[in-house]
């Protein structure tokens, strides 16, 4: 296009490209210098990076994709971390292993790898009765104290949690209550006034003729196991009555349930579910949850 034959915008100043469509033309106004340049070297940029790095998806038979001068992965990057991580978890676990609760307590390492490993083995086997931070429920009892039926030093805890409670294997935890009332043990009237009694033992009752009768079924059927304070007895799994920790609670009612027909519920053994390294650490997480740590 010739000077003459130009056209330019009278409201800008600046000359057109020629087009225009119903009535509106198309200004001429060219990329910045430092732009252009800037494209320009990240074309440069890109061709460099395909020598180097992984670009390309690769042609059949070739692989995923083409490598690169460089050879560089990220999927060998994770797995070289993830072999590190479990070369220091197994180095770790052996410790805890054979570490005892004043090793552990003393190591900060060690007690942080337990503690963390532990938190996580709970959260994904025993929250879901126990609670989140082993707080109970009706039925489970709460880890976050120091009411233990076995005891609850750390030995004694991994035990528990090793063998479970009421399975068939032969170290298991084992108690069985009878069912007083469903096996016509006791009478309704008899039932009535243990409970009553038992109910006194923790001070939610003040005595009354029906508890001094249970008093005497208490020492026929039950101080065995509970005993004659009715304090239990950590090696029977029997649980202290005197105190204010019920299991399914201690209202009238559900005492009298738990004579008549008591739940004997059951605990996995977990250690047939996880690894000895994994039963340590859930064992140090609890304990340190009932505050025996320190």
């Given at each position: 296009m010739?000077e003459h034959?130009?056209?330019?915008?009278?409201a800008?100043?600046?000359?057109?490209t020629?087009?225009e469509?119903?009535?509106?033309?198309e200004?001429?106004?060219?990329?910045?210098?430092w732009?252009?340049?800037?494209?320009?070297?990240?074309?440069?940029?890109?061709?460099?990076?395909?020598?180097?790095?992984?670009?390309?998806?690769?042609?059949p038979?070739?692989?995923t994709?083409?490598?690169?001068?460089?050879?560089h992965?990220d999927?060998?990057?994770?797995?070289?971390?993830?072999?590190?991580l479990?070369?220091?978890?197994?180095?770790?676990?052996?410790?805890?292993?054979?570490?005892?609760?004043?090793?552990?307590?003393?190591?900060?390492d060690?007690?942080?790898?337990?503690?963390?490993?532990?938190?996580?083995?709970?959260g994904?086997?025993?929250?879901?009765?126990?609670?989140?931070?082993?707080?109970?429920?009706?039925?489970?009892?709460t880890?976050?104290?120091?009411?233990?039926l076995?005891?609850?030093?750390?030995?004694?805890?991994?035990?528990?949690?090793?063998?479970?409670?009421?399975?068939e294997n032969?170290?298991s935890?084992?108690?069985?209550?009878?069912?007083?009332?469903?096996?016509?043990?006791?009478?309704?009237e008899?039932?009535?006034n243990?409970?009553?009694?038992?109910?006194?033992l923790s001070g939610?009752?003040?005595?009354?003729?029906a508890?001094?009768?249970?008093?005497?079924?208490?020492?026929w059927n039950?101080?065995?196991c509970?005993?004659?304070?009715?304090?239990?007895?950590?090696?029977q799994?029997?649980?202290d009555?005197?105190?204010?920790?019920?299991?399914?609670?201690?209202?009238?009612?559900?005492?009298?349930?738990?004579?008549y027909n008591?739940?004997?519920?059951?605990m996995?053994?977990?250690?047939?579910?996880?690894?000895?390294?994994?039963?340590?650490?859930?064992?140090?997480?609890?304990?340190?949850?009932?505050?025996?740590e320190?």
């Open positions: 010739s034959d130009k056209d330019v915008d009278a800008t100043g600046v000359e057109t020629g087009h469509w119903d009535g509106i033309r200004l001429n106004n060219p990329l910045p210098r732009w252009l340049y800037i494209f320009y070297i990240t074309i440069v940029w890109a061709v460099v990076y395909w020598i180097f790095m992984p670009a390309w998806p690769a042609l038979g070739m692989g994709n083409t490598p690169g001068i460089r050879n992965s999927r060998a990057l994770v797995a070289e971390s993830i072999d590190a479990r070369s220091a978890r197994a180095e770790n676990g052996a410790a805890l292993i054979e570490a005892s609760v004043e090793d552990i307590l003393a190591d900060q060690l007690r942080q790898f337990a503690m963390a490993a532990g938190e996580s083995a709970f994904d086997n025993c929250a879901t009765c126990h609670g989140a931070g082993g707080r109970g429920a009706p039925g489970y009892p880890l976050a104290d120091d009411v233990w076995w005891g609850g030093g750390l030995d004694e805890i991994q035990h528990t949690i090793t063998y479970g409670v009421r399975q032969m170290e935890r084992f108690s069985m209550m009878p069912a007083f009332g469903r096996d016509q043990v006791l009478s309704a008899e039932i009535t243990v409970a009553h009694y038992v109910r006194t939610l009752e003040e005595p009354s003729d508890s001094i009768a249970g008093q005497e079924v208490f020492e039950c101080v065995a509970h005993g004659e304070a009715g304090t239990g007895d950590q090696f799994g029997a649980p009555l005197t105190d204010r920790d019920w299991l399914y609670g201690s209202d009238m009612a559900t005492v009298q349930a738990t004579i008591p739940r004997n519920s059951a996995p053994a977990w250690g047939e579910r996880l690894d000895e390294t994994t039963v340590k650490a859930l064992a140090v997480y609890v304990y340190a949850l009932s505050g025996s320190g």
